[in-house]
């Protein structure tokens, strides 16, 4: 199997606290089917049990240098893979 192209292997790190989305990553989620108008997230082949999961975990994004939930790196254009606590990115410019 060939290795996708990467630019950043990326830790994904836990936190206990409740992290909240920014307004305008929620509106990017609603504009494209991701989130209802209630605000719940709806991500294809996405278990509840992983949702919750995903929520409480970030990662330090090398593009726009600063800690971003997981959640909105994974509907980022620069998104590759999960693989074993650790995201595959692209590294292009947003």
């Known amino acids: 199997m060939d ?3 990467h630019k950043y292997e990326v ?3 836990q ?3 409740r992290q909240r989305l920014p307004q305008n990553i929620k509106d990017e989620l609603k504009a494209s089917g991701m989130m209802d108008d209630k605000g719940k997230l ?3 082949g996405v278990s509840p049990k992983m949702l919750k999961r ?3 975990e970030y990662v330090n994004c090398p593009v726009l240098k ?3 939930q997981f959640i909105q790196c994974f509907v980022c254009p620069n998104f590759q893979s999960r693989v074993t606590g650790k995201v595959l990115c692209k ?3 947003l």
Do not use: V
Request: aromatic content about 0%.
């Open 54 to 56: 995903m929520k409480q």
């Open 91 to 93: 590294g292009d410019s």
């Open 3 to 5: 290795e996708l192209e």
């Open 42 to 44: 709806k991500l294809k």
């Open 66 to 68: 600063e800690e971003t």
């Open 15 to 17: 936190t206990e606290k």
């Open 11 to 13: 830790d994904i790190e």
